[in-house]
């Protein structure tokens, strides 16, 4: 018979646990991730994680820490004690935040470059940023350039705002053990904010990441189910009759109560790009006409009822999820619930569920391969060419930037015919007749790079770096470019 998760409180913290033989596993939870953090922070929860690891050493229990987008988690595996020890101590390190010395921030900075250079120093969207922009679960995928500049001062107020009682879970493989004593800072829930979608309709996004990728807004009661056939459907098609994929990897992201994002992942060869995108397409399109095979709704019943069909024991992923949606406010459903409804779906009902929701598609591939607007537009794709540098659109009685340019210094590029102009609200680019515009208004950070590279991002995600090197006179352009922006959105960032 399944156990049930049990619900206890600790000091006014509510922790979950359930009854299971073996090693207790403990969790801490606090509920911020990489959706609270504003462009200027990204990273900063990150940093925070790296910080309390480094300041309750030495540490003999299996113990870690993760950030994901919705929380920010330290755990242990070992004697109910010695986990209770861990978790005491991360919780005393919160306590006494205030004096974290300058120090420890920065050496926690090297190993977080160490962990993952290209996101220390690089903007890289992914489709949760394609749909949102840069707020909200948006902020899970652009990477973390500005965890270089972030200040003492700052991961003090990010930790007193979120790191707090009301904040924060529990979770225990076992009975909760007699030596825990969690002493946090008081405070109570901290709301999370989540903006409507940027993009309604479907649409062809150019990325800069390889391959191809597909994205749904769906229900999230039967996000995993339709997660599921879809990627035994892709594979069927992709893989097994035409060969031009290895494998689809696909995932759920819950945006709220009702609602998450579904993702999947195609791994095709250069050469095999246009093809899996075309047929990806095609593919959804056949199951919105003709519905899921029978086979695909069986493939997905087995994933799911081998994840959720625990004996003895329940994961503790699931454990974690039920105190995660605690904390944000979301449902976490019953297991059996879950296994009931995996045995009784039909392929009507997914079929349903897709065509429902086939509205909200966005498809990501490589910008590096030739793909029209009309090649878009003959599958029902809108083209998003994803670019910061917008070409300009005159419209008739309103000054278009171009006009607006004119007693502003001309800026060269020292080995083409680009030149750029600094307007007060748009930077403009022209090239053989051709203009492109940046609004200074919809960049959300501009990254001071060491190397003295200037990059801008805007509210989108979309991103552009400026070598000031490749400029005549570069150093004026580079000062005025940062005084043409509020201080506040001015970011130290790495040497890319």
């Not at 899970?140 to 790191?163: D, N, S, V």
């Not at 994840?307 to 459903?333: F, H, M």
């Amino acid at each position: 018979m399944m156990q049930t998760v049990q619900t206890t409180s600790h000091k006014g913290i509510t922790s979950f646990r359930l009854d299971r033989d073996g090693l207790c596993t403990g969790t801490l939870i606090f509920g911020v991730g990489m959706r609270d953090e504003p462009p200027t922070l990204a990273g900063i929860t990150h940093l925070l994680e790296h910080v309390l690891l480094r300041v309750v050493q030495p540490v003999t229990v299996l113990h870690g820490g993760t950030v994901t987008t919705d929380s920010l988690q330290f755990y242990a595996v070992g004697k109910p004690d010695d986990v209770a020890a861990f978790l005491n101590a991360i919780a005393a390190a919160v306590s006494t935040f205030q004096e974290l010395t300058d120090e420890v921030i920065a050496l926690e900075k090297s190993v977080l470059e160490a962990e993952d250079p290209h996101k220390f120093s690089n903007v890289s969207s992914g489709l949760l940023t394609y749909r949102y922009g840069t707020n909200g679960v948006g902020a899970a995928q652009f990477g973390a350039p500005a965890t270089t500049g972030l200040t003492k001062a700052e991961l003090i107020e990010w930790a007193c705002r979120w790191l707090v009682a009301g904040n924060t879970a529990l979770t225990f493989t076992g009975s909760v053990p007699s030596a825990l004593d969690i002493s946090l800072p008081a405070g109570g829930p901290v709301s999370h904010h989540q903006d409507p979608p940027l993009i309604t309709t479907p649409t062809l996004i150019k990325s800069r990441k390889q391959g191809v990728a597909l994205s749904l807004l769906v229900p999230s009661r039967d996000a995993d189910l339709l997660c599921e056939a879809l990627r035994y459907e892709l594979l069927a098609r992709l893989r097994h009759d035409f060969g031009i994929i290895y494998s689809v990897e696909n995932f759920t992201t819950a945006i709220d109560n009702e609602q998450s994002q579904l993702d999947l992942i195609l791994d095709p060869v250069r050469e095999n790009t246009v093809p899996a995108f075309k047929e990806s397409i095609n593919t959804l399109r056949g199951i919105v006409d003709a519905g899921f095979s029978e086979d695909a709704v069986q493939s997905a019943r087995h994933a799911l009822t081998a994840e959720l069909g625990w004996d003895d024991y329940v994961p503790q992923d699931y454990l974690d999820k039920s105190a995660i949606n605690a904390l944000l406010g979301r449902s976490t459903r019953d297991r059996q619930e879950l296994l009931d409804r995996a045995t009784a779906i039909s392929s009507t009902e997914l079929t349903t569920i897709l065509r429902t929701s086939i509205g909200s598609l966005i498809v990501a591939v490589d910008d590096s391969v030739k793909l029209s607007k009309a090649d878009a537009g003959s599958l029902g794709l809108a083209m998003d060419r994803y670019e910061i540098w917008q070409r300009t659109k005159e419209a008739k009685n309103r000054q278009s930037p171009v006009e607006g340019q004119h007693g502003n210094t001309t800026w060269r590029h020292k080995s083409s015919p680009t030149t750029l102009v600094l307007t007060p609200t748009h930077l403009i680019s022209q090239n053989s007749g051709k203009t492109k515009t940046i609004s200074l208004a919809d960049v959300a950070v501009v990254g001071d790079r060491s190397c003295g590279c200037i990059s801008l991002m805007d509210q989108r995600g979309r991103s552009s770096d400026l070598n000031m090197d490749e400029w005549k006179a570069g150093k004026k352009l580079r000062k005025q470019l940062i005084d043409a922006f509020p201080p506040e959105i001015i970011r130290p960032f790495p040497e890319e």
